[in-house]
C-alpha cells in the first residue's frame, strides 16, 4: 500500500541555523521557509535527488512539535511520510488493522498542497508516520 518517501522531517530548534547547515555545510538545495498555520509548523524543505528533508519549527500556542521539542532540545528526527495513492481507503484500511490515526481522522492539506494524515508513533516502531496523498 505504502509507496515512495515523500519526506523525513527533523524537528529544530534553530530554523535558520539548520537550513544554513544543510545549505553551507552539507551542499543541498534548500528552500525559503513556509508558515503552516493549520499544521503548528514553520517548514524548511531540503530537496534531494531521491527525497526531501523537512525541516521543522514550532508556530504558535499549540504546536504539535512542542513536547518533542521539550524531549529532544537539540532536535531530532520527528517522522518519515510515505505517499499512498488514496488515503481515504488507507485510513480504513489501517484502522480496521487497529491503528491509530491522529487528529479527527480527517485529511488536512499537506505542505504540498495534497491532503495528508498521522499515525500514531506507538503503532509503528515509536516513529510517527505521515501519509500524502500521491
Ligand atoms: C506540514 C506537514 C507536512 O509535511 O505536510 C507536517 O509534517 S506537520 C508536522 C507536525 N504535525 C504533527 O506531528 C501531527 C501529528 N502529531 C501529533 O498529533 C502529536 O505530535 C503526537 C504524535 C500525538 C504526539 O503528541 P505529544 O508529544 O503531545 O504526545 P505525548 O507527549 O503524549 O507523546 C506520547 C508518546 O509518543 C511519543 N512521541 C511523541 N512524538 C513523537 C514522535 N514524533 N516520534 C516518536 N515518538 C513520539 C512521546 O515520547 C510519548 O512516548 P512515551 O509515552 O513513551 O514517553
Ligand atoms: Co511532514
Known amino acids: 500500500m505504502i509507496g515512495r518517501l515523500n519526506h523525513v522531517a527533523i524537528a529544530v530548534p534553530d530554523l535558520e541555523a539548520a537550513a544554513a ?10 528552500n525559503p521557509p513556509q508558515d ?9 524543505f531540503i530537496e534531494l535527488p531521491n527525497t526531501k528533508i523537512e525541516l521543522l519549527h514550532p508556530l504558535g500556542e499549540n504546536s504539535p512539535i512542542k513536547g518533542f521539542l ?18 481515504i481507503a488507507a485510513r480504513d484500511r489501517l484502522r480496521a488493522a487497529g ?3 491522529l487528529g479527527d481522522g480527517e485529511p488536512k492539506i499537506g505542505a504540498h498542497g495534497k491532503p495528508v494524515l498521522f499515525l500514531h508513533p506507538k503503532d509503528f516502531q515509536g516513529t510517527l508516520v505521515e501519509l500524502e496523498q500521491a
Open 21 to 30: 547547515s544543510y545549505r553551507d555545510t552539507l551542499g543541498a538545495k534548500v
Open 99 to 101: 491503528a491509530r490515526v
Open 36 to 44: 503552516e498555520p493549520e499544521h503548528g509548523v514553520t517548514v524548511v
Open 70 to 87: 521539550e524531549k529532544n532540545p537539540a532536535g531530532g528526527i520527528h517522522h518519515i511520510c510515505y505517499e499512498v495513492d488514496d488515503i
